[in-house]
T-cell receptor, first 116, second 114 residues
């Protein structure tokens, strides 16, 4: 079974430029998560999707961040414009969504963003 | 709101010795508790979880964790450490009832020395 796929793995941009990250979850997983992991910290949830619907985006900085999950499968996270403080690893995870929060999440390798 | 504390940034242990990585949590209801491991340049990998039932949970790669409700702890343990266990370990918690997000600790770096 293929795991969660993310691209690109690394991205270096200058501040004020836009950037986008792509995630393909495990087949059949209807719940998709985007996390941000700052250096020396644990992941922090940015947004959670149940199928196509964003059900928890309270931690997403909506002035510059946006996300979409068309057709309830792949998802894209965008930052426009990027700031120096956005440098972090952006992780995508998915879960089957069954039994509420009892199931574990499966994580992709992440995209390491560096903003210069 | 739920929270997780991993009091040790770094744990060093000799190969073959038992290891413990500590985790304490705070939730208003019943907790769902998870341990994940992260190797360099890779995503988090699930190790084990406590949802309900037996307080001693066994997981991948010989790891286990004990849920202690009175001490609000969920320490990760392994009887005999391997050099390949060296990685970053994260404890996470969410409230069992309701639709709350999974909250992660800051992580503990485990170094197993040959």
């Amino acid at each position: 079974e293929a795991g969660v796929v993310q691209s690109p793995r690394y991205k270096i941009i200058e501040k004020k430029q836009p950037v986008a990250f792509w995630c393909n979850p495990i087949s059949g997983h209807n719940t998709l998560y985007w996390y941000r992991q700052n250096l020396g910290q644990g992941p922090e949830l940015l947004i959670r999707y149940e199928n196509e619907e964003a059900v928890d985006d309270s931690q997403l900085p909506k002035d510059r961040f946006s996300a979409e999950r068309l057709k309830g499968v792949d998802s894209t996270l965008k930052i426009q414009p990027a700031e120096l403080g956005d440098s972090a690893v952006y992780l995508c995870a998915s879960s089957s969504g069954l039994a509420g929060g009892r199931v574990e999440q499966f994580f992709g390798p992440g995209t390491r963003l560096t903003v210069l | 709101a739920q929270s997780v504390a991993q009091p040790e940034d770094q744990v060093n242990v000799a190969e073959g010795n038992p290891l413990t990585v500590k985790c304490t949590y705070s939730v208003s209801g019943n907790p769902y508790l998870f341990w994940y491991v992260q190797y360099p340049n890779r995503g988090l990998q699930f190790l084990l979880k406590y949802i309900t039932g037996d307080n001693l949970v066994k997981g991948s790669y010989g790891f286990e964790a004990e849920f202690n409700k009175s001490q609000t702890s969920f320490h990760l343990k392994k009887p005999s450490a391997l050099v390949s266990d060296s990685a970053l370990y994260f404890c996470a918690v969410r409230e069992g009832s309701g639709n709350t997000p999974l909250v992660f600790g800051k992580g503990t770096r485990l170094s197993v020395i040959a």
